[in-house]
């Protein structure tokens, strides 16, 4: 028997939602939609949120720096700014590429 493909899209994941749960789609929709909701007002808490088994999303500040313009070698400031990082955790990471032994 086949196994059956990865999902990659959105519609591909509640689908894949919605049969793993026996849930109609409109129910996973609002599922997933809750999920990046919860992860979108996590991450902007200074601690950020974390998805078990997967891995932690935060905002993380990044100080001015100096840098360098790669088509004229001009070296330029760099102003600072905010960014979101996301961390695997050591069981997604685990799970993906098992650790050597």
Do not use: H
Not at 2 to 26: C, F, H, Q, V, W
Not at 62 to 81: F, L, Q, S
Not at 82 to 97: G, M, S, W
Request: some cysteine.
């Amino acid at each position: 028997m086949a196994k059956k493909p990865t999902p990659r899209t959105k519609s591909e994941i509640i689908a894949a939602l919605a049969e793993a749960g026996e849930i109609e789609k409109k129910q996973a929709v609002a599922i997933y939609e809750k999920l990046l909701e919860i992860a979108y007002a996590g991450a902007k808490n200074p601690e950020g949120v974390t998805l078990p088994g997967l891995g932690k999303l935060i905002k993380q500040k990044r100080p001015a720096r100096m840098g360098r313009n790669p088509a004229t070698g001009e070296t330029i400031k760099i102003k600072a700014k905010t960014v979101v990082k996301f961390r695997i955790a050591k069981a997604c990471k685990d799970a993906i590429v098992p650790p050597k032994k």
